[in-house]
């Protein structure tokens, strides 16, 4: 099978000649400097030529910004850029590019998926994460009580724009998937409400995604942290999977199975036992076997490899994941 035939067959609960071998978050830049002082060639310049180095199957992303590149930055890890509507005006000419897709690359990338070579996906700032860029972790909690319109309005454009983005990338490919960046867990659970949930993300969710399924991209949700209470609030929204699935945070796929089926699910090898040794890897992969013969789910990193792993543990472990991917698609 090609890499697009493997990954639709997994998608679709049918049965490839194997799973996906991938890593879909691009690597620590703490964790390729060390790698490159243990052997990594120092002329692999991009994301997609260590991906190739390794042996990965190619998968292809763009992450579409709603910031034009002047776009004023917060002062620290956290902070907003804006408190109220009158700030919120001040800087719309820095937010929502025209031009949102590089047309050249997805030219390109179109070809090889189209000969089956490559899957592609994009990932677009949802509604819980991009208010929060701008109002700051604090200030966005707030403005759920204290702003409500001013949050419906950052998200009204924000739609907008990410359908413009959407037909812009339309006139070259249709991406097999993509993402909404929300991070809305932590590690004890979803840090609001469904309530807000519902009010502030749902009605755009439900004008985006229909466009996505016309397109035939499935739509994901990328949190990290515990998603387990809010498993249920992402289908009514039209949401089809999910990822990473960080076990740190205590997520267990068989759990998530359980409250739906048919969701779809990326990541979950939990990245902290990289670095025990080649037992403890191989304990981790059968943990999660039954779940992966059960199809829908791409085994893969839980989040970015830390760079904790040396390149000989993460020869190890993609030496495993790839035995691991063909005994899940035995029955």
């Known amino acids: 099978m090609t890499p697009r035939e493997r990954f639709q067959a997994v998608m679709w609960f049918q049965k490839p000649d194997r799973l996906p071998v991938v890593e879909w978050a691009v690597w620590w ?23 190739s180095y390794f042996g990965l199957d190619p998968w ?46 997805w030219s390109s990338w179109a070809v090889r998926q189209a000969a089956g070579e490559a899957v592609l996906w994009f990932t677009v700032e949802g509604f819980f994460w991009f208010p929060r860029t701008l109002l700051g972790i604090e200030g966005h909690m707030y403005a759920m009580y204290d702003q409500p319109d001013l949050i419906h ?15 812009q990338i339309a006139v070259h490919a249709k991406p097999d998937f993509m993402t909404f960046a929300e991070d809305l867990s932590y590690n ?97 992969f059968e943990r999660l076997l039954p779940a992966a013969r059960q199809g829908g789910f791409i085994v893969s990193v839980d989040h970015q490899t830390p760079p904790g792993v040396s390149l000989d543990q993460y020869r190890d472990y993609l030496g495993l994941l790839n035995e691991f991917c063909q005994l899940a698609a035995i029955d």
């Open 60 to 105: 292809f992303q763009d992450w579409l910004s709603p910031r034009k590149p002047e776009c004023p930055l917060p002062a620290s890890e956290g902070q907003g850029i804006i408190a109220d509507e009158d700030d919120y005006e001040r800087i719309l000419p820095h937010l929502y590019p025209a031009d949102a897709v590089d047309s050249a690359q």
């Open 188 to 284: 004890h659970g979803p840090m609001l409400s469904r309530e807000h949930f519902e009010e502030y993300c749902l009605p755009y969710y439900r004008q985006v995604i229909p466009v996505l399924e016309q397109m035939g991209t499935l739509p994901f949700i990328d949190s990290d942290g515990d998603i387990t209470a809010c498993l249920p609030w992402f289908r009514p929204a039209g949401l089809r999977g999910a990822l990473p699935l960080e076990r740190q945070a205590g997520v267990d796929i068989m759990q998530l199975r359980q409250i739906d089926p048919d969701f779809l699910f990326i990541g979950h090898f939990d990245k902290m036992t990289m670095c025990r040794g080649r037992e403890a890897m191989r304990r981790e």
């Open 29 to 51: 830049d703490k964790t390729l400097e060390r790698w490159r002082g243990e052997g990594l060639p120092s002329h692999l310049s991009d994301r997609y030529e260590v991906a």
């Open 153 to 167: 309005r950052i998200n009204r454009d924000l739609t907008d724009w990410m359908l413009s983005a959407i037909r």
